[in-house]
């Protein structure tokens, strides 16, 4: 885990951010590692839909291929205050789209050609997001 920079306007302020592989079973995500969360701890979750073995690369190139994410989380720590009470749609630390509803800017984002953005919703201001430690 690591600590994000401080923010300007508030968001992800002392927020720990780790990254981390679950698996989707009956309706429930299961961590593939144990965390060190007491019961009833309420987090936020970013999913990025991995590929699955079939499509022919190896394990070493799909992890290859996965993005860290750490743009954005800067961007997000950084950048987001103007985009309060948003969904934003980022590609790296490029702001691909924004707006009030989530199926308009992914659709935006589809658009601009980038198959994978990270999509959030902006907590709004004054409102610190959920998270973990």
Avoid: K
């Amino acid at each position: 885990m690591r600590r994000m920079p401080s923010a300007p306007n508030g968001y992800n302020q002392g927020v720990m951010v780790r990254q981390l592989e679950a698996a989707f079973e009956h309706g429930i995500l299961r961590p593939l590692e144990p965390l060190a969360l007491p019961e009833h701890q309420r987090v936020r979750l970013t999913l990025e839909e991995q590929t699955s073995p079939q499509n022919g690369n190896t394990p070493d190139q799909d992890r290859a291929q996965v993005n860290e994410r750490r743009e954005e989380f800067l961007w997000l720590a950084n950048e987001s205050g103007p985009y309060a009470g948003q969904w934003v749609a980022l590609d790296g630390s490029r702001l691909i789209a924004h707006g009030a509803e989530l199926a308009v800017v992914s659709e935006a984002a589809r658009a601009a050609g980038v198959d994978r953005p990270l999509l959030t919703h902006l907590p709004p201001e004054g409102e610190l997001p959920l998270g973990g430690w």
